[in-house]
């Protein structure tokens, strides 16, 4: 009888060891199941696309460079700012537009007439066209500070106009360029007969 009893002891003791095992193998793996888990990829750097949708701002930190491969494509009402500093300023290509700056078209040059000061100081460049329909003249571009001449910036020969309606159609033209030396170009001609002509500044 009694090795009878010490069998059915040591079966309820294997049968109790063997329920907590398996306990305690069900609560590691609920455990396993429930706790999330980082990992990154081959390399530490690989990863997959990330879509952000309905998201108004996304903040970038301490990221130098941001590479875009594909076109953006901003809704309207939409804003982009960009910050400039001394230390890292933005270089802005300057539009190159052309305004013209004054223009005196159908004048009558007569001797030491004063065509008028022109105000270049907005422009880095001015070209000079003059077109004559008389005999040969001059034109003298003089300039000018605080209302007085400084001296001459160029003096234009402007040849004759042609007699022949096939050569121009009976003018004659002549263009120069100049860097602005100065704000203020006063224009005025030496002809010595009254002379048609146009006269057109334009300043970039």
């Known amino acids: 009888m009694q090795p009878i009893r010490k069998e059915k002891t040591a079966l309820v003791k294997i049968r109790n ?7 305690t193998a069900m609560l590691v793996a609920l455990i396993a199941a429930i706790t999330p888990v980082s990992r990154q990829g081959q390399g530490g750097n690989s990863g997959k696309d ?16 941001v590479n875009v491969t594909n076109p953006i494509t901003l809704s309207a009402g939409t ?12 270089f802005v290509r300057e539009m190159q537009t052309t305004a ?21 100081s907005p422009y880095r ?7 004559n329909q008389g005999a040969p003249f001059s034109l003298t ?21 042609c007699p022949d309606v096939s050569c121009g159609n009976g003018r004659a033209s002549v263009t120069r ?28």
């Open 17 to 23: 060891l063997f329920c907590v095992l398996l306990g």
């Open 50 to 65: 990330v879509n952000v949708v309905n998201t108004p701002n996304v903040n970038v930190v301490n990221t130098p460079n």
């Open 79 to 90: 804003s982009v700012d960009v910050s400039s500093s001394a230390s890292n300023p933005i």
């Open 100 to 120: 013209v700056a004054f223009q005196s078209l159908d004048t009558s040059f007569s001797a030491l007439q004063n065509l008028g000061d022109i105000d270049v």
């Open 125 to 131: 460049q001015i070209r000079v066209v003059v077109q």
């Open 141 to 161: 571009l003089t300039l000018v500070e605080a209302g007085r001449s400084i001296g001459n910036l160029d003096v234009i020969d402007v040849p004759g106009a």
């Open 177 to 204: 360029v100049y860097e602005v030396p100065g704000r203020t170009i006063r224009l005025s001609s030496n002809a010595d007969r009254r002379i048609k002509g146009d006269v057109v500044i334009f300043g970039r």
